[in-house]
C-alpha cells in the first residue's frame, strides 16, 4: 500500500508542477516530437491497457468497471496508483488483491 501512495504523491506533485508552469497541449506535442517521446507513449499505452485488463478481470461488477476505466484514460498512472491503494484497502491477502474476490 506505501507503494500506491508514494505513487499518488509523485503523479499529484508532477502533474501540480507542469500546471503551475502553464505547460499545455503545445510542450506535450513537443515532447512527443523526438522518437522517445513516441515509445513513451506507446509504453504508457501498453501499461495502462494491462492495467485495465486487470481491473476488468478484478472487479465482479462491470459497471464498476467502467468507471475505473474512465478515471484510467482521464487520470492515467494517478488512477492506477489509486486504485491499488483502494484495493489494497478491501482485500484481506495479496491473492485477493490480485484476483479480486472471485
Given at each position: 500500500?506505501l507503494?500506491?501512495w508514494?505513487g499518488?504523491v509523485a ?9 503551475a ?17 513516441k ?14 485488463a ?15 476505466w ?24 495479496v ?8
Amino acid at each position: 500500500m506505501l507503494l500506491g501512495w508514494s505513487g499518488i504523491v509523485a503523479m499529484a506533485v508532477a502533474i501540480g508542477i507542469a500546471w503551475a508552469s502553464g505547460a499545455g497541449w503545445s510542450d506535450a506535442a513537443a515532447a512527443l516530437a523526438p522518437i522517445w517521446g513516441k515509445v513513451m507513449l506507446v509504453d504508457l499505452t501498453v501499461g495502462l491497457v494491462l492495467v485495465a485488463a486487470w481491473i476488468g478481470w478484478r472487479e465482479s461488477s462491470p459497471r464498476n468497471a467502467v468507471v475505473w476505466w474512465v478515471f484510467l484514460v482521464v487520470g492515467g498512472n494517478l488512477t492506477t496508483a489509486v486504485y491499488v491503494v483502494v484495493a489494497a484497502r478491501r482485500s484481506s491477502n495479496v491473492t485477493e488483491l490480485l484476483t479480486g474476490t472471485r
